[in-house]
């Protein structure tokens, strides 16, 4: 299991294209993903569940990965968070 805590850094916050974008990259991976945000738990592949964090720009996402791939779904998922959506 690997569990990692990353910041949302763009202005617009965690809203419904990147969310899409974290559960498609998901998606293609066997390991299971959760995010976590103010005690709320939720699936990292489900598209209601990554919207329902309305995660504003400053939010820390608890992440956790488990799984054969879990190196390879954690370091893109980062990434792509990390990198500020694509948007910076």
């Known amino acids: 299991m690997i569990e990692t805590t990353v ?24 390991s299971e993903f959760f995010i976590s945000k103010d005690g709320l738990h939720i699936n990292g592949k489900s598209i209601i569940g990554v919207m329902t964090l309305a995660a504003e720009m400053g939010s820390e996402l608890h992440l956790s ?21 694509d948007e910076l």
């Not at 910041?7 to 066997?30: D, F, M, Q, W």
């Open 65 to 85: 990965f488990e799984g054969e791939d879990e190196q390879q779904m954690n370091d893109e998922i980062c990434g792509y968070i990390q990198g500020g959506f």
């Open 7 to 30: 910041k949302i850094i763009n202005k617009a916050g965690l809203h419904t294209r990147p969310a899409a974008t974290i559960v498609k990259i998901a998606s293609k991976y066997k």
